[in-house]
C-alpha cells in the first residue's frame, strides 16, 4: 500500500531563516506531488505541483520554492522566512486519473 | 475561478442528532467532487469522490450526495468519534492536472 511522510511535524523558525519540509511517497512510482498551507480560517491553499522530477509548478507567487529531486521526494524551501509563512502545510499525492489527494501528516511552522 | 462554499461554518450536534453539512460549489466543468475529514492537527482524510449529478456514495454513518450546484454530506445518528472538520473540494476541467479548489471546511461537534 502507499504512504506518504511528512518532516518535521513541528516546526518553530524566526523571521529571515531558512525553511526546508520534505514530503517522501512510498509504495508507488511517477505520483503528481503537491503542497498545500492551511491557515487558520482560511481553505487549503495549493502552493507548488509537481508531475515529475525537476518540473515544478507554482501556483502562488510568494517566496517559497519547491523542488522534486527524485520521483517520490517533494521539498518545500525558503531561504528568508516571513511571518506570514507561518501555518499547516501538508503534502499530498495522486496518481491516475481519479483526481483523489492522499495527504500526510503535515508540518506546522510557527514564524517568530 | 472554481469556488466552494461550505456551511455552517461550524456545527454542534447531540450523539444520534442526524443532519447535513453543505457545499456549494461554481466550477468551469465538473471533473469531481470530494469530500475530506479532517481531524485536529492531522492531514485530511479521503471520504469520498461524487461525478456526475444523482449520484450518492456512503460509508458507515455519513452519506455523500451530489446535484449539479451543490453537495451534501448527510451524518445518520452521529456518534462523538465523527467529530472533525469536513471539507468540500471540486476539481474541474480547466488544466491538464489534479488541482482541487477547497472550501473552508466545517467544523462538527458531536456531544455524547
Known amino acids: 500500500s502507499q504512504t506518504i511522510h511528512q518532516w518535521p511535524a513541528t516546526l518553530v523558525q524566526p523571521v529571515g531563516s531558512p525553511l526546508s519540509l520534505e514530503c517522501t511517497v512510498e509504495?508507488?512510482?511517477?505520483?503528481?506531488l503537491y503542497w498545500y498551507r492551511q491557515a487558520a480560517g482560511r481553505g487549503l491553499q495549493l502552493l507548488f505541483y509537481s508531475v515529475g522530477i525537476g518540473q515544478i509548478s507554482s501556483e502562488v507567487p510568494q517566496n517559497l520554492s519547491a523542488s522534486r529531486p527524485q520521483d517520490r521526494q517533494f521539498i518545500l524551501s525558503s531561504k528568508k522566512l516571513l511571518l506570514s509563512d507561518s501555518g499547516f502545510y501538508l503534502c499530498?499525492?495522486?496518481?491516475?486519473?481519479?483526481?483523489?489527494?492522499?495527504f500526510g501528516e503535515g508540518s506546522r511552522l510557527t514564524v517568530l | 475561478e472554481d469556488q466552494v462554499t461550505q456551511s455552517p461554518e461550524a456545527l454542534r450536534l447531540q450523539e444520534g442528532e442526524s443532519s447535513s453539512l453543505n457545499c456549494s460549489y461554481t466550477?468551469?466543468?465538473?471533473?469531481?467532487l470530494f469530500w475530506y475529514r479532517q481531524d485536529p492537527g492531522k492531514g485530511p482524510e479521503f471520504l469520498f469522490t461524487?461525478?456526475?449529478a444523482g449520484e450518492e456514495k456512503e460509508k458507515e454513518r455519513l452519506k455523500a450526495t451530489l446535484t449539479k450546484k451543490e453537495s451534501f454530506l448527510h451524518i445518520t445518528a452521529p456518534k462523538p468519534e465523527d467529530s472533525a472538520t469536513y471539507l468540500c473540494a471540486v476539481r474541474s476541467y480547466t488544466g491538464a492536472n489534479s488541482k482541487l479548489t477547497f472550501g473552508k471546511g466545517i467544523t462538527l461537534s458531536v456531544r455524547p
Open positions: 461524487l461525478y456526475s
Open positions: 509504495g508507488t512510482s511517477n505520483p503528481n
Open positions: 466550477v468551469s466543468g465538473l471533473r469531481g
Open positions: 499530498a499525492w495522486t496518481k491516475g486519473s481519479s483526481g483523489e489527494l492522499f
